[in-house]
Nanobody
């Protein structure tokens, strides 16, 4: 069992930055791919970014490529999502999730989910 807790969300103006954190506890975190997803009001949850357990490979949604950066610190059992140049359309609840495989981009591949953190970008 892996427990995930997100933090770092908040209210920011368009063009600003936020860094989300996903802290893991429970079973060893190191062999899990970790991803970030988001869900805006009235919309389905969508993939944002993922990182392999080896910290070597990352994948991003086209909508965030070049603005968001995912990274992980395995000794600290933490994954980060640095979000720059934020836009109002980035407003959503952001979830981190862990998948017991090398890399995963679809939510059905993920085994564990956090409760989410709200990100609101004002125009």
């Amino acid at each position: 069992q892996v427990q995930l807790v997100e933090s770092g969300g908040g209210l920011v103006q368009a063009g600003g930055s936020l860094r989300l954190s996903c802290a893991a506890s429970g079973r060893t975190f190191i062999k899990y791919a970790v991803g970030w997803f988001r869900q805006a009001p009235g919309k389905e949850r969508e993939f944002v970014a993922t990182i392999t357990w080896s910290n070597v490979n990352t994948v991003y949604a086209d909508s965030v490529k070049g603005r968001f950066t995912i990274s992980r610190d395995n000794p600290k059992n933490t994954v980060y999502l640095q979000m720059n140049s934020l836009k109002p359309e980035d407003t959503a609840i952001y979830y981190c999730a862990a998948a017991s495989q090398y890399i995963a981009t679809h939510e059905t591949e993920y085994d564990y989910w956090g409760q989410g953190t709200q990100v609101t970008v004002s125009s």
